[in-house]
């Protein structure tokens, strides 16, 4: 059977395309073989190389570099998704006077390089703030700007009958934002927020141009002591999986819990005709079309 963009190949030509995939295995396998030799006779792939990471004192500074790491990390996400917060509600304010500001702010730190904002951190406030805390700074703003369109991205998405009839009941806008849009909100937007967060934590990466302890400084400082980088850049590769792989499945799970908790609650609009609660019931239908009744 022949296809629209080209013939079935007969069986010549079955049999030279089986011969070329042989003769490519076999280069690519002698290719490989020999870098692998290659690394071998440099020492960079045997175990002498592995060596530096018996000893106490670089397990000491691999350690506080990875708890750097992480408490970086945790800071700058947690300022971020509160910087977040506050420039999402700015940007949804009725108010032009919170409104423009917000988006101002919102768009010329998602339009910056990471680095650059590094960089500025440092070189301006560094002597004020340290090396770390630059570094938690310009985490902050970056990420925090690239969250605040995630919050707002999923408060727009809920759907707008279930504003409108909170409206309806009498409800202000703040009310309506905390206790009827973000709570449907979250379960949209937190894969984002997860993915945001992992993000944030391998940007500390970015730290090793101004020399912050974090683990890719401590790996560059091992490089340069030991010049081993395949064996470094592996351990500190695999710190960083099992990190963010750990994230992702608590990204996961509560994910599935939330989703639990959605299926367990029982919809207004199902409340006996004969409960005395059946009039208004001073909440939002499941559908968004309007108050219940």
Known sequence: MSTVLFDVPGPVARRRHRIGGVIGSIVLLALLGLVLWKLWAADQI?????????????????????????????????????????????????????RWPSIAVIEFFRAIPLVLLILAMFLGFGDVTGRFWALVLALMLYNGSVLAEVFRAGIKAVPRGQSE?????????????????VPQAITTMLPAIISQCVVALKDTALG??????????FTKQVISGYNNPIAAGAIAAAVYIVINY??????????????????????????PAGDPSGGVSGGVSGDGSGPTR
């Open 165 to 181: 009839a909170a409206y309806a009941l009498g409800l202000r806008k703040s009310s309506v934002m905390l206790l009827i849009l």
């Open 246 to 271: 750990t994230l992702s499945r608590i990204a996961q799970w509560l994910e599935a819990r939330q989703r639990r908790r959605g299926r367990a609650v029982v919809p207004l609009a199902s409340t």
């Open 208 to 217: 090793y141009i101004i020399s912050s302890q974090e683990l890719a400084s």
């Open 46 to 98: 045997t175990p002498k190389a592995f060596e530096p990471f018996t000893d106490p004192d670089i397990l000491r500074g691999l350690g506080e570099a990875i708890l750097t790491t992480l408490t970086a990390a945790a800071v700058a996400i947690v300022l971020a998704l509160v910087f977040g917060a506050v420039f999402a509600a700015g940007r949804l304010s009725d108010h032009a006077i919170l």
